[in-house]
């Protein structure tokens, strides 16, 4: 399963942590976790159990067995193509297909939270047209070599 990272806090955690691999054009963060839980849903959660039809206060019980936190089932993608690396909106959605389609092309993956950054432009002059399919090779053979170094080696546990 590939998620989609959305919410700020989960890049916060990301982009906090080293980058995992680098190319001459992207960066790669990962962290091994689950993205942190709605405030949408802990709020609605905490209006339901204080609107109860009882009219009497229910006590309030503490959980005594803690479960270690479970490790991440999936990997949630998440994209930072700033506007001053890839001037116009063509770009950056074909940069944004090519890196969700790379992670797609991976089924091995380790699970958790992964960011893809570009941290530099391409070369307008090299590649003139905004969706050239020229632009689009050379960015999804950077993104597969960029996947392969952060792959863990095989037979490592």
């Avoid at 190319?23 to 949408?40: C, D, G, T, V």
């Avoid at 204080?50 to 270690?68: F, K, N, R, W």
């Avoid at 089932?73 to 890196?99: D, E, N, Y």
């Avoid at 969706?131 to 996947?147: F, T």
């Amino acid at each position: 399963m590939i998620g989609k990272l959305q919410r700020p806090v989960d890049f916060e955690r990301v982009l906090g942590r080293q980058s995992r691999a680098r190319s001459a054009h992207f960066a790669l963060h990962h962290l091994a976790a689950e993205p942190a839980p709605s405030a949408w849903h802990a709020a609605r959660s905490r209006t339901a159990q204080a609107q109860l039809s009882t009219g009497d206060a229910q006590p309030a019980h503490s959980v005594v067995d803690h479960d270690p936190p479970a490790a991440p089932q999936g990997c949630w993608v998440g994209m930072v193509v700033p506007k001053r690396h890839a001037k116009r909106s063509v770009t950056r959605q074909l940069l944004k297909r090519q890196i969700r389609a790379a992670f797609a092309e991976r089924p091995g993956m380790p699970p958790g939270l992964w960011v893809v950054r570009l941290r530099a432009p391409f070369d307008r002059q090299q590649f003139p047209s905004a969706a050239s399919d020229a632009l689009r090779r050379a960015v999804r053979a950077e993104l597969a070599q960029l996947l392969g170094r952060a792959m863990p080696p095989r037979g490592a546990a």
